[in-house]
């Protein structure tokens, strides 16, 4: 997956995880896997702007499938 794909894989991750209540804060934190914190008891999953295209989506795949309970395939698919 690479260019494009990648870029729409991760607009299509995002949404998901805001349409499960989590709120998306992107900012530079040195190379780190995406995270998902508890701020004022919302869920908020926090982007490192240092990672590539490819690494972001893995890691919000992951986060997903952590939030959700199912794999994340199977969210994306309806």
């Known amino acids: 997956m690479e260019g494009q794909d990648v870029i729409v894989q ?3 991750l995002k949404k998901e995880l805001q349409r499960l ?3 998306i804060r992107e900012d530079w934190l040195g190379g780190k896997e995406c995270v998902v914190c508890e ?3 919302k869920r908020v999953v926090f982007i ?3 990672s590539s295209p ?3 989506a893995g890691s919000l795949q992951r986060v997903l ?3 959700s309970g199912r794999p ?3 969210l994306l698919a309806g």
């Open 10 to 12: 991760i607009d299509l």
């Open 48 to 50: 490192d702007l240092a």
């Open 21 to 23: 209540g989590c709120e």
């Open 39 to 41: 701020v004022r008891g």
């Open 54 to 56: 490819s690494e972001v």
């Open 65 to 67: 499938t952590e939030i």
């Open 72 to 74: 994340w395939e199977n």
